[in-house]
């Protein structure tokens, strides 16, 4: 089981990069996973 999960940091980390990034200023309608 171990690496089948994501930490709680891990799995934040798309979210905070697209909240900070101004290369996904005004993008809508996409999928981001990863980042």
Known sequence: MVGLFKT????AQTQIHLA???EVEGVTGKYFSDC
């Open 8 to 11: 709680p940091e891990e799995g």
């Open 20 to 22: 900070v990034s101004e």
